[in-house]
């Protein structure tokens, strides 16, 4: 897994609620059998015209937002569907880190999986970022997951939550499959002891 | 002073140490062709095996056409899909239930199906739907593609515990009142992230007197409130679906089996972190209007405007709904007209599912400005439907009658929604684009979606005029 320990970047903000997995990457591109080349597709049906143009009016097409590296998204983000795909498209395209008041729980845990950080920070402060990534020319945002703050250069600095297994792997890249290989021998001992 | 939910966690528990996730054993886990390829090649490249092949099952559904099925594919990438999982099916020693199997089928009708889903069982699967096999008292939920490949070669989960929370539905049904207007109506009550963190435990008379069917559909949503699993507790309805199926035990083994679910309960004193009560009696038929699932009225309603959102992001979901919907705030729900009906999907497609559509379209046609289909859920329901009759009902009304699979619940094959096409659907997503882009997703229950098909507008089923 990709590392993550601070980073900083543009902001582009999606500040809508329930922007479900369907939405990040539709359905008619979870054929493809590679876990890479996803970003071309993120937020398919939103970012181009039924004719496959780009929608101008949408965030991400607006030339101010075109090197964006964090999301700033609504309440809920990532709800529904399982896809990793979603993940995947989102670090493919770019994207470091999301930051929103919550996220869908299975988008979460995909996300702390590929090192795509999700910042859960309170709606207001959220809101308020937002603002300024729209308002603001050059807004940048640094995420210190060392220290566990975001913060800006107009004296934001507040500081969010991570359980701290996943920030320890985030931190140094640990492949989480190798860690529970550690465990072995518990493992093997379960399956006598129950029969399984 | 245990829930059901840390019952089944305590018994899974393979190593737990402060600060750090518990690694929790999965005792099945059940495959499908879209969210596996990534995992198996991850596999591959770090020269590992799956664990216990033998706890591993496999069919294919999401991407697979429904008809035309000695024909190839039209979609060679969906081909390239399927046919990737028959090679690491082969290669890593997992059954593959292909569609050449009586049992192929959407992987959560199936497992329960073939007698795979038992009581107090870890389930996990690539599908956020799994939360379905709940109902038999399982805990099971979805995962990701990286879990999938966890769970392939530890067969375990670094697994945090979840809060608990319980849903008390008392009182008979109302006639014309199904599993899904009550699961509708919970997400209406509670929000389409009201359950998140938590696992709900389902109870109460309602749930009691519903059908394994009736209890499936029930879980099957819960990921649509946002919870990380659904669960009701075993009970003799429970063990009497699971008897004599394909993979259920026998003899001593079916005794001792029942012995050991019979304790699977809540105790009485057990503390939930959140309850709510739901009165069944007070329930009527629902269909969602927005695109999010919580975004439900009683089909004697209207539209709601925007006096009644209940905060700033609702008001922000109601816009973008009627917009995306093309629906006026305070339009009547029984004055909407639907260009399509989909009968099918996890949720919905179960033999009593399809008995509840055909009693409405038996002696009736298809509107004329409505094209509608059923898609059995597994090729055993199909069989089963035709040998019933219920198929006949159908195709003498004008649906079309397909092959198994997950079908225009997601639109992966070619059965989707035209842009504007508005669909009366028992399926479990209203998202935008979700039934195909630009596609208007409304969800009810399978009688309601047959009215619909027939009226060629959403219609209280309540007053259908049933002919013999």
Known sequence: ?196 | MKTLYDKIWDRHLVHSEAGKPSLIYIDLHLIHEVTTPQAFEGLRLAGRKVRRPDLTFGTVDHAIPTKNRDLPFNDPIAAQQVETLRENCREFGIPLYDMDRIEQGIIHVFGPEQGLTHPGMTIVCGDSHTSTHGAFGALAHGIGTSEVEHVFATQCLQQVRSKNFRINVDGELPFGVTAKDVILGIINEIGMNGATGHVIEYSGSTIRDLSMEGRMTVCNMSIECGAKAGLIAPDPKTFEYIEGRQFAPNGEAWDAAVENWKVLSTDADAIFDRSVDIDATSLEPFVTWGTSPDLSVKVTGSVPDLSEARDENEVKSYERSYRYMGIEPSQKIDEIAVDRAFIGSCTNSRIEDLREAAKVARGYSVSDRVNAMVVPGSMQIKKQAEDEGLAKIFTDAGFEWRDAGCSMCLGMNEDILAEGERCASTSNRNFEGRQGRGGRTHLVSPSMAAAAAIAGHFVDVREWRFKE
């Open chain 1, 1 to 196: 897994m990709q590392k993550f320990t601070t980073f900083t970047g543009k902001p582009a903000p999606m500040f809508e609620p329930n922007i479900d997995t369907d939405q990040i990457i539709p359905k008619q591109f979870l054929t493809r059998i590679e876990r890479t080349g996803f970003g071309a597709f993120l937020f398919y049906d939103w970012r181009f015209g039924s004719n496959g143009t780009p929608n101008t009016d949408f965030v991400l097409n607006q030339p101010r937002y075109s090197n964006a590296s964090i999301l700033v998204a609504g309440m809920n983000f990532g709800c529904g569907s399982s896809r990793e795909h979603a993940p995947w498209a989102l670090l493919d395209y770019g994207f470091r880190a999301v930051i929103a008041p919550g996220f869908g729980d299975i988008f979460y845990n995909n996300s702390l999986k590929n090192g795509l950080l999700p910042i859960r920070l309170d709606e207001p402060t959220v809101a308020t970022i937002a603002e300024n990534s729209h308002r603001v020319a050059e807004y940048t945002l640094t995420i210190n997951l060392e220290s566990k703050t975001v913060s800006d250069e107009h004296g934001l600095n507040v500081g969010f939550d991570i359980d701290e297994f996943s920030r320890q792997c985030l931190l140094n890249g640990l492949d989480d499959i190798a860690l529970t290989i550690q465990h072995e021998a518990a493992i093997t001992a379960f399956e006598a002891r129950s029969g399984r």
